[in-house]
């Protein structure tokens, strides 16, 4: 194997352009001063011939060497000038790059290292630096909220097995104690807790594939009518078990959408399976379609276009100011009811909002504040009406 050959060190932004700023200028004086050496004087020789025809030849010479003398000095004076001009400007210019290239590069140091990377200025740079400034902070800012993610997720992951796992533990010890012993029980028990941890697992995975954009769709015509009768087919007797009623408002005539009609039911069925966990018996949940514009386009009204949208209205918990931002966060559990639901793995929000953005919609939560319900909606475009 050959040695690695070392790396010699580069020099800096600011040295290159003024040894560039040099080049240009000693070129430029040096091409002048060949044109006013070789052709200026042949020129001039002529010019005073013409003018004045009966000049005597010393004379004649005399005034030749004053010229190339004067250009001379001319070209030295500006080869001097020009470089202490280019060594003014390249200091200048480079002293300006330096310093935010300076910051980047600590900043992104610390982005490699794993730390909290610190954000640049956007402004007084430059339009080049400053929307390089820019997106470095767009980045911070997705990175720093990924790694928040991460850490979150790992908590909640943490947190979802143990409780499984401390049960299983506790009964094998018994076990192996002798202080119970293997009966039907303690199977069901086993096995509600093996499934729990598969169905949190499967989760993860699904949520992970929303996210990414992985879960391939069905796109077809599909009527939201039909999958709202579905998804209420499938929880009506969730809702008379609890006490909580089912309403259903639906405008005369239903827009159409373009989708898959099994994705769209999963996050129908999630968010009347997230307003039943969080609706006390006697409370009320609504769903309703109707035509709206809107839609994640962005520049104004005039970029609004058509589309349905399904809003599902309790009278429930409710969702505190604080903890609205994160409710489609993955295992985000916020007030303290939420907390001791273990009954959702927390993610079928997620899940949810996902899969609605592959549609090209949007998916909101908007409440009033803890105890004055909630209301989840979900835009989607309209399938184009026939000219």
Wanted: net charge negative; proline share 5%; aromatic share 4%.
């Amino acid at each position: 194997m050959g040695r690695s050959r070392r790396r010699r060190p580069s020099t800096s932004l600011s040295t290159r352009l003024l040894v560039t700023q040099a080049i240009v200028v000693t070129a430029s004086l040096a091409t002048a001063g060949l044109v006013s050496s070789l052709v200026g004087p042949l020129i001039f020789h002529r010019h005073l011939v013409q003018a004045g025809g009966g000049m005597a030849a010393p004379e004649l010479a005399h005034v030749e060497f004053a010229f190339r003398d004067a250009s001379t000095i001319a070209l030295a004076a500006g080869l001097g000038v020009g470089v202490v001009v280019a060594l003014a400007v390249s200091w200048y210019v480079g002293r300006r790059l330096r310093a935010p290239l300076r910051e980047l590069t600590r900043a992104a140091g610390q982005v490699a290292a794993g730390d909290e990377p610190s954000r640049l200025p956007e402004r007084g740079n430059g339009r080049e630096l400053d929307e390089l400034a820019s997106a470095f902070n767009s980045m911070a800012e997705t990175i720093s909220h990924a790694e928040d993610t991460r850490r979150r997720l790992l908590t909640d992951v943490g947190h979802e097995l143990r409780t499984p796992l401390a049960t299983m533990a506790a009964h094998l010890d018994g076990l192996e104690d002798g202080i119970i012993g293997w009966d039907e029980d303690l199977e069901r028990l086993f096995r509600g807790e093996v499934d729990r941890m598969s169905a949190l697992a499967h989760d993860i995975a699904e949520v992970s594939r929303a996210e990414e954009g992985a879960v391939r769709l069905d796109l077809q015509r599909v009527d939201l009518g039909e999958v709202i009768d579905t998804a209420i087919h499938e929880f009506s007797g969730a809702y008379e078990a609890k006490g909580v009623r089912l309403v259903t408002g639906t405008a005369p005539t239903l827009g159409l959408v373009r989708g898959d009609p099994a994705r769209l039911t999963q996050v129908l069925v999630n968010l009347l399976s997230n307003a039943l966990r969080h609706t006390p018996s006697g409370g009320t949940v609504t769903v309703s379609v109707h035509p709206a514009a809107g839609g994640p386009v962005h520049g104004g009204p005039a970029a609004q276009v058509e589309g349905v949208a399904i809003t599902v209205a309790d009278d429930g918990e409710g969702i505190s100011a604080e903890q609205l931002p994160h409710v489609f966060e993955r295992f985000y559990r916020g007030s303290s009811a939420r907390e001791h639901d273990h009954s959702g793995s927390g993610v079928g929000l997620t899940i949810s909002r996902a899969l609605v953005v592959r549609h090209g919609g949007t998916l909101t939560a908007a409440s009033p504040g803890k105890g004055r319900g909630s209301t989840f909606t979900v835009w989607l475009p309209a399938w184009p009406r026939t000219p």
